[in-house]
């Protein structure tokens, strides 16, 4: 049970006291009612004793009476009525709520910290009344009244005689078989005459005469002079008199009707209470007191047939009741009680009731307790002690006391008045009354036996409750405290005797013994015991005390706290007394909260809400059933439909109470805020025929955190090519679409007339489909005008002005039970300015008539046409996003901090230049290589020109928009009608084979020195596209070398022909998703020729092997493919001719067919190669075919440049440098050079594909690249196999370098040898047995070094079989020579060779060794590359 003021020694002694009736004249009345109080009330604030009082009992000791206290009342002839009892409970537990600033204790139990009210006076108030309000009865005297008090004025014409009226009066209401009420304790009742005397209106000397007549008729102990109302009430109270009585009438006054009318305020019906209170200052001077005290029949607590019976709780409940003590101080502020009196007259009233109950009640009561003992003792006489000793002689010494259940219900047995049996009962009542609590537990021990032996169940069961208490009371605790006494007592009164309100004044009592003796358990069984279903108002109030036991049990019971909570609520709730059901359902919510619990969570806020609502607290409903539905129910999707409903219900009429007020933050559905992306700019416009928008960006596209990387890569290029090279430090990338993935730091930028879409991520967590309509975003907009400059007023403007900002208004917005689905909202700024998107504002509803079944979906026909909407309400919710957790300083990364998300708050600007781009003719598949023309339309959509166009992509060797030589060169004829990309013109047939030279300087293609290639100015005619034109420019693409799907990304930049301060320039994305299919694959390889002349006489002489491949598997419907021409591009050399052998001109490859081409390369003359550092190349065209494609001319030769530039671009593997060894290694890198060559081969081609039964020829182009003398370079990239799995090994690397030596290659290609003899010689080997041969070995030095060369003729002794198969010969002359080269010199050495038979000899013997004049290291030049040169020696 919750804590009470009084402690439990306090309260039994305060509700069982000695009564004493009160009769007064209409004269003493009227002199108590000029203070507004009877004469009861006006000593009740007095009727505690402040001093200990002694009397004697009947073994003569001397027993203490501490704290006593009377109970004074006006005679009522009838006993109060049930239903008058029930309604001033109901009245008295409504009107005590908690304090509101009352701090609740806060108990930790386990996981939970609760916030409970340890106290409840409520409870408390209840019980007093309660306990106060027992009807008398007549099984138990402890109410019956022991005296009574008759009270006439000093004013009146004859005051004795008026004494010795009330005195008939008393009487006959006593002992008139008339009058069954009021009950009296014993026939001969006290009668105590008191005078009143007004002091300061009537004659102090004719009271004191009458008061000493009354001494003499009275006798001194039986008559008193009180003296009241010193002052008169009209004059202005100087001194503040304190007002006791107060605390008493407070509760009289909302609790009790009192039975005079002007008592401050009775609440009889709520919906008037407000009259009354206004009221109440007119209402005591109309007041009839006439016939008032002899008035008994009137009991205060019968109901009043005028007044609402059944206490419209449900009304309007306009005076809040937290508030109702505080309103009734208030009206009572206008009636003060004891107006008339002085601190005096207190002490005056204070003195007669000490001098009422020494002088006059205690004798009585001490003499009364005497005379019924004696008694006692005398009846019992010889009979009874026979009777009782022959019953112990054959039963054994001890009585059983039958069981309930045997005993017949007999509780209608009633015995006389004068019954010695009662005369026990009445014996130990006055005991009990005077606190004698020994001598009390016996006599009632005593009668408890009597009445079980003779089975008067009532009185059976008072007896045991009262001896149960008196137990308890005992000084020193002698006996334990008999609960079974009382388990019995209550059993009795219940089940026996159906008195429920006994039954109730037992458990009250009990709980209240057990819980001081910290037994809570066993108070809690005892109050739920007694809940039932005749009174909700006492069940609740005893569930909830239950529920206070088990929070406060040694080990708190949480759980069932709340659940009898949640029971005491409901029976709240029940009994009308909705602020109490709320208070506890309130109160349990705090266990069930956050648990798991969802069902008994929404029952918990579904009732409050309901509640709440009915109490008019519509803030505590709407958070109540918000709750209900922002959880994750688990309810059905009809509960959740009602559960909706409902909310809306109650919204509704809280948004009617202010209608003018902010729009109310409304649950549903759920906003995913961190899920919000804003777009700025138009939509894409969809595919038109052949012509294709730029992908851009788009709502439609998923973020791709590598792709948004590639897209700030190119933009970063593009910034910083336009910017000579260096990126500005006030550069941020171009966001068009902003999310959570995005850097949202920054104020975005809007440009004015374009659209800001804000997509916003609802969620609706319901079974039930919502509807929203007239969905739109909320702003505020801060303009700015021209000059810059704030407007100091900022609009919140919910609709918007149309002027600065237009809203898109979305009319109905479905979401179905369960799903998530995304808005798209769009505002279209009018005005420059700051701009800030603050939430989403529409109607919630839902639909009407097709809830989901079982949660599939709203059924069909509710999507057609307009939905309709059951109900809704307006309202908001703000888009709130977190920014990222900051982690950068120390402070940061100790502490949580977020960063600021700026995503809806965007900076409109100045109007700014929009591109389109439209691609005609676009392809999606090519063959790889192939070149395909298209066309790519500008257009310029804005109000301002733009220019700077460029486009910046990753993959420029895909496509090109021609160089500046476009316009030089004539279209043939063939090539227009073959719609062909190339520029072609038509050769004639002798110059087959032999190559047609031009030349072309890469500045012209874009890929000068130190240029981007990647960057490429598109050539607009004016360099500016005025608003609302549009150019076509032909784009060449070539299809990339690898197979597969290609993502190529394009970014357009561009700027405002007039400088923005905010937006530099803006961009525009493409994705072009090409697949390409194999087609061919070229391999080629450059070696030395070994003829050294060429016909001009000049050295250095190449051969050019080439091999192409079919690699297609006519999955594109290729059928074969021709090479049409093959050219060569470089600094230095050229293709001369073609040296194939075959006679077949026309060069066709079908699928998986190879062919092998050789041409002849020579060096460029002096006059065609410039300069070093020019980026002139030359091109020599090699034609198979009747058409010359001029391949230094776009696009042949930009796919060509483009291709070199991005194989520049690959890392080149760069040698350490030492500083000692620089020698050495420049002398390798010399001897590298020589074998270093840069021709490029492109090889030309022509496709025939059938494609839905036509012929189309495709064209195309691949490169070589060789750098190096012997080494094989691929036209695409070759597949690296992935190294073997090796073991790890561990070592220590030395230190030891190892010295740089050219590789067998290199040292091969530093000088060039040549063997120059007859194929065949004959000689006559029979005239002369020797053979000489002459043979002339040229050496021609290939660096640009001098070289000192040492020629040794010696046989290098090699394996046996090397000799046996070239036979041996030998060098005459000289064996070794030592020669210097000049740079690219070319020697010849006269050799002879001696050969002594004939056969086929092996000439290439001699071994070269070379080094260059400034170094010290000699390399061997290999021959093993050289061809073996043979000679046939014959005999003739």
Known sequence: MAQCVQSVQELIPDSFVPCVAALCSDEAERLTRLNHLSFAELLKPFSRLTSEVHMRDPNNQLHVIKNLKIAVSNIIT???????????????????????????????????????????????????????????????????????????????????????????????????????????????????????????????????????????????????????????????????????????????????????????????????????????????????????????????????????????????????????????????????????????????????????????????????????????????????????????????????????????????????????????????????????????????????????????????????????????????????????????????????????????????????????????????????????????????????????????????????????????????????????????????????????????????????????????????????????LINESKQSAAQQGAFLREYLYVYKNVSQLSPDGPLPQLPLPYINSSATRVFFGHDRRPADGEKQAATHVSLDQEYDSESSQQWRELEEQVVAVVNRGVIPTNFYPTQYCLNSYSDNSRFPLAVVEEPITVEVAFRNPLKVPLLLTDLSLLWKFQPKDSSGKDNEEVKELVTGEPVMIGTEVISEFLINSEESKVARLKLFPHHIGELHI??????????????????????????????????????????????????????????????????????????????????????????????????????????????????????????????????????????????????????DSTSVCTALVSSASSVDFGIGIGSQPEVIPVPLPDAVLLPGASVQLPMWLRGPDEEGVHEINFLFYYESVQKQPKIRHRILRHTAVICTSRSLNVRATVCRSNSLEDEEGRGGNMLVFVDVENTNTSEAGVKEFHIVQVSSSSKHWKLQKSVNLSENKDAKLASREKGKFCFKAVRCREKEVATQFSEKYIFADIIFGNEQIISSASPCADFFYRSLSSELKKPQA??????????????????????????????????????????????????????????????????????????????????????????????????????????????????????????????????????????????????????????SFTWLGQTQYKLQLKSQEIHSLQLKACFVHTGVYNLGTPRVFAKLSDQVTVFETSQQNSMPALIIINNV
């Not at 309202?875 to 977020?898: A, F, H, M, V």
């Not at 081969?1241 to 020829?1257: C, G, N, P, R, T």
Request: glycine share 4%.
């Open 78 to 628: 009838q006993p109060p009525q049930p239903g008058a009892i029930r309604k001033l409970l109901n009245d008295v537990v409504s009107g005590s709520q908690p304090a509101e600033g009352l701090v609740a204790n806060v108990i930790t139990a386990g996981d939970y910290d609760l916030n409970i009210s340890a106290t409840t006076p409520w409870f408390e108030s209840y019980r007093e009344t309660f306990l106060q309000s027992m009807p008398a009865s007549d099984h138990e005297f402890l109410n019956h009244y022991l005296a009574c008090m008759l009270v006439a004025s000093s004013s009146e014409a004859e005051p004795v005689e008026q004494f010795s009226k009330l005195s008939q009066e008393q009487h006959r209401i006593q002992h008139n078989s008339d009058y069954s009420y009021p009950k009296w304790f014993i026939p001969n009742t006290l009668k105590y005459y008191v005078l009143l005397h007004d002091v300061s209106a009537g004659d102090e000397q004719r009271a004191e005469s009458i008061y000493e007549e009354m001494k003499q008729k009275y006798g001194t102990q039986g008559c008193y002079l009180l003296k009241i109302n010193s002052r008169t009430s009209n004059r202005a109270s100087d001194e503040q008199i304190p007002d006791p009585w107060s605390q008493y009438l407070q509760k009289n006054s909302i609790q009790n009707q009192e039975s005079y009318e002007d008592g401050p305020c009775t609440i009889t019906s709520n919906k008037n209470s407000d009259s009354n209170l206004l009221s109440l200052d007119g209402l005591d001077n109309e007041v009839k007191v006439d016939g008032l005290p002899n008035n008994f029949r009137a009991h205060p607590l019968q109901l009043d047939s005028s007044s609402d019976p059944s206490n419209s709780m449900d009304g309007p409940d306009h005076v809040k009741f937290a508030s109702s003590l505080h309103e009734t101080k208030k009206a009572n502020t206008g009636i003060i009680h004891g107006a008339c009196l002085t601190l005096t007259d207190h002490d005056r009233i204070r003195q007669f009731i000490q001098e009422f109950t020494f002088r006059g009640l205690l004798p009585h009561i001490e003499k009364t307790i005497r005379q019924l003992n004696d008694q006692l003792i005398s009846r019992k006489g010889l009979s009874r002690s026979l009777f009782s000793a022959t019953k112990k002689w054959f039963s054994g010494s001890k009585v059983p006391e039958k069981s309930i259940n045997e005993l017949k219900n007999t509780s209608g047995l009633l015995y006389p008045p004068e019954a010695p049996e009662l005369q026990i009962r009445k014996m130990a009542d006055l005991c009990f009354l005077v606190q004698h609590y020994d001598l009390a537990y016996s006599c009632y021990h005593t009668a408890k036996k009597d009445f079980l032996n003779d089975q008067a169940m009532l009185y059976a069961a008072g007896a045991l409750e009262m001896a149960a208490v008196s137990a308890f009371l005992q000084p020193g605790a002698p006996r334990p405290y008999p609960a079974h006494y009382m388990d019995t007592a209550i059993q009795t009164y219940r089940d026996i005797c159906k008195n429920m309100v006994l039954a109730e004044r037992c458990v009250l009592l009990s709980a209240e013994i057990l819980k001081s003796q910290s037994k809570y358990s066993e108070a809690a069984a005892l109050l739920i015991r007694l809940t039932s279903e005749d009174s909700d108002l006492r069940s609740a109030l005893l569930l909830e005390q239950a529920a206070h036991c088990f929070i406060n049990m040694k080990s708190p019971m949480v759980r069932k706290y709340a659940f009898h909570m949640i029971l005491a609520g409901h029976r709240f709730s029940k009994a009308g007394q909705k602020k109490h059901a709320l208070r506890c359902y309130c109160q349990a919510m705090q266990v069930y909260k956050g648990k798991g619990w969802s069902l008994a969570e929404d029952h918990i806020n579904f009732t409050i809400g309901r509640q709440s609502y009915t109490l008019r607290q519509l803030d505590n409903a709407v958070s109540a059933f918000r709750h209900i």
């Open 838 to 987: 603050l939430g989403v504002v529409y109607n919630l509803g839902t639909i009407q008539g097709c809830m989901t079944v079982d949660g599939i979906g709203a059924l069909p026909g509710c999507h057609t046409g307009k939905h309709s909407l059951s109900m809704s309400v307006r309202g908001r919710q703000d888009l709130e996003i977190q920014g990222p957790r900051l982690n950068n300083t120390k402070e940061e990364k100790t502490s949580i901090k977020y960063g600021p998300d700026r995503r809806l708050d965007p900076i409109i600007t100045e109007e700014m230049p929009l591109l389109e781009v439209f691609f005609i003719h676009f392809p999606t598949g090519l063959l790889c290589g192939e070149i395909r023309k298209a066309y790519v339309e500008f257009v310029n959509v804005s109000k301002c020109p733009l220019t700077g166009l460029k486009v910046v992509s990753k993959r420029p060797e895909f496509f090109t928009f021609g160089g500046n030589t476009a316009a030089l060169t004539p279209l043939s004829p063939s090539a227009s009608e073959n719609c062909s990309a190339y520029k072609t013109v038509v050769t």
């Open 1214 to 1367: 760069q040698p350490s440098v030492h500083a000692e060894k620089q020698s050495v290694e420049d002398a390798v890198r010399l001897i590298q050079k020589c074998s270093e060559v840069d021709l490029n081969i492109v090889v030309l081609w022509k496709a025939y594909v059938v494609e839905d039964s036509k012929q189309l020829i495709l064209e195309g182009q691949h490169h070589v690249i060789l750098h190096t003398i012997g080494k094989e370079a691929f036209s695409c990239p070759q597949k690296q196999e992935p190294p073997e799995m090796e073991l790890l090994k561990f070592f220590r690397p030395e230190n030891t370098t190892v010295p740089l030596r050219p590789s067998v290659e290199q040292l091969s290609n530093l000088i060039k040898t040549s063997l120059h003899y007859p194929e065949s010689f004959n000689h006559p080997f029979h005239q002369k047995s020797l053979c000489l041969v002459p043979v002339t070995l040229l050496l021609s030095n290939c660096s640009k070094a001098d070289v000192d060369v040492i020629v040794d003729l010696r046989h290098k002794t090699t394996s046996p079989e090397a000799l046996e198969i070239h036979g």
